[in-house]
């Protein structure tokens, strides 16, 4: 399936609307994408049967992380900074989790 019409999907549910065949026509066709009606039925019947946030929230990171910030030597490093790089470490896996599971939804 395009990624198009999974984008189409998510700005719908971020928008607060409807994911209906209906509505992801105009979503597409406002884009310039030629629509093919059995990928929207397709899509729409598919997402009728997901919790979308719960999907987001469990889904892995899809794309390349962010450069590492270089090593502070255990000499330089202070107990707040050595929190602050645990929790971003932590944050960085769960947002990789929740991309994971998304790719695995709609790849």
């Known amino acids: 399936m395009s ?6 999907a998510l700005l719908l549910h971020f928008a607060g609307q409807p994911v209906n065949e209906e509505n992801l026509k105009k979503v597409l066709e406002a884009a310039g994408v030629t629509v ?4 929207v039925k397709a899509l ?4 009728s049967e997901v919790n979308i946030d719960e999907a987001i929230k469990s ?7 962010a450069a590492a910030p270089a ?4 000499t330089e490093a202070k107990p707040e900074e ?5 929790k971003k470490k932590e944050e960085k896996k769960e947002e ?3 991309l ?8």
């Open 82 to 86: 050595k929190k602050k790089e645990e």
């Open 59 to 65: 889904a892995p990171v899809g794309f390349a992380p």
């Open 36 to 39: 093919d009606e059995s990928r």
């Open 96 to 98: 990789e989790e929740a």
């Open 71 to 74: 090593p502070v030597t255990p």
């Open 100 to 107: 994971a599971g998304l790719g695995a939804l709609f790849g």
């Open 3 to 8: 990624s198009a019409y999974i984008h189409a």
């Open 44 to 47: 729409a019947a598919a997402i």
